[in-house]
C-alpha cells in the first residue's frame, strides 16, 4: 500500500509539476508554494510530536533536500534533461553499495562480503542501462555539467540513506506531521535563500501567471494537495523499505511517465527507445523479486 501510494503520488506529482512550471517559468517559487502548504497541512493536524532525534533531522535532512534541489538546477544549466535522467538513474547502484556496506544485511550473497547479492547489483543495473537507452539520443556531457551531476547523484543518495537511517536504524521518536512540518518549514526557508540569490524574478513571474494566466492556480494547487501526499507517504514508505528499493521504485514511476509522454504527447519512440524502457522495467521487477 504504501509503495503504490507514493507511485501514484510521485507520478501525478510529476506531470503537475511540469504543468505548473510550463505556465508559470518559476520553478523554485512553486516548489516554496508547495513547502508552505505542506507545513499548513502538517500543523493543521493536531499530531506535532518532537521526540529524540528532532534536532538531528532538523540541521540535516532538509539541507540535503535543498543542496539537491539547486545542485539539479546548476546541473541542468549545463547538460540536457535526457543526460540529467540518466545520471539519476545510477542512484540504485550507489546506494545498493553503500547501504550493504553499512548495514551488512542478513542475506549476503558471500558471508562477511560487503558486496552486494549479484541479482540486486545486475536488476540495478539494468534499469541504468535502459535509461541510458532511451535517452542515448539526449545524452550530452560538458566538465562543469559533470561536476554538478555527480553532485546531485551524491546529494540524492545521502538524502533517501539519511532519512532511511533516521525513520528504520536510528528510529527517531518524532510523528509523521512533524517530520513534514521540519522538512517543509526549514526546507522553505532555505529554498527562499536560493531564490533571492539565484532567480530573484520568479515571484513575479508566479503571481503574473496566476493573476492572467486560466488554469495556473488550479494546477499550482493541485500540485500543493500532491506535495503534502508525497511528503506523508514518502516517511511512510521509507521506514518500510531500504533507500535502494525506494530510488529503485523512483526510477520504475519515472518510467510510467516516460510511457505516457510515448502514447499521449508523442515522445521518442523508435526501437532503441522502447526497448531501453522495457529493460528498465524488467530490473525493476527483478530487484523487487530479489
Request: hydrophobic letters at 55%; glycine letters at 8%.
Amino acid at each position: 500500500m504504501a509503495c503504490a501510494s507514493w507511485s501514484v503520488c510521485s507520478i501525478g506529482m510529476t506531470l503537475l509539476n511540469k504543468l505548473a512550471v510550463s505556465k508559470t517559468r518559476a520553478p523554485v517559487a512553486v516548489v516554496i508554494v508547495q513547502m508552505l502548504a505542506t507545513c499548513l497541512v502538517a500543523a493543521a493536524s493536531c499530531d506535532l510530536q518532537f521526540g529524540n532525534g528532532w534536532r538531528q533531522w532538523a540541521v540535516s535532512v532538509p539541507l540535503l533536500f535543498v543542496l539537491m534541489m539547486v545542485s539539479s538546477m546548476l546541473a541542468l544549466q549545463y547538460v540536457t534533461v535526457g543526460t540529467f535522467v540518466v545520471v539519476r538513474n545510477l542512484g540504485p547502484v550507489f546506494t545498493l553499495f553503500v547501504e550493504t556496506a553499512i548495514h551488512r544485511p542478513d542475506k549476503l550473497a558471500v558471508e562477511g562480503s560487503v558486496l552486494p547479492d549479484w541479482r540486486a547489483l545486475a536488476s540495478t543495473t539494468a534499469i541504468a542501462l535502459g535509461v541510458w537507452m532511451y535517452e542515448a539520443h539526449d545524452v550530452q556531457f560538458s566538465a562543469a555539467g559533470l561536476f554538478f551531476l555527480l553532485l546531485n547523484l551524491v546529494l540524492a543518495c545521502a538524502e533517501r540513506m539519511l532519512q532511511r537511517h533516521f525513520l528504520a536504524v536510528q528510529k527517531v521518536e518524532v510523528s509523521k506531521p512533524a517530520l513534514m512540518l521540519l522538512n517543509n518549514g526549514i526546507g522553505a526557508a532555505l529554498a527562499l535563500v536560493v531564490l533571492l540569490v539565484m532567480s530573484p524574478k520568479e515571484a513575479k513571474l508566479l503571481y503574473h501567471a496566476m493573476r492572467h494566466k486560466p488554469g495556473t492556480g488550479l494546477a499550482v494547487a493541485a500540485s500543493c494537495l500532491l506535495g503534502c501526499a508525497i511528503s506523508y507517504t514518502g516517511l511512510w514508505l521509507q521506514r518500510l523499505v531500504t533507500a535502494t528499493s525506494f530510488m529503485v521504485l523512483g526510477s520504475l514511476t519515472k518510467l510510467m511517465v516516460i510511457a505516457w509522454g510515448i502514447v499521449f504527447l508523442g515522445d521518442a519512440s523508435g526501437f532503441l527507445s522502447i526497448m531501453g524502457a522495457a529493460i528498465s522495467v524488467g530490473g525493476g521487477f527483478a530487484y523487487a523479486h530479489a
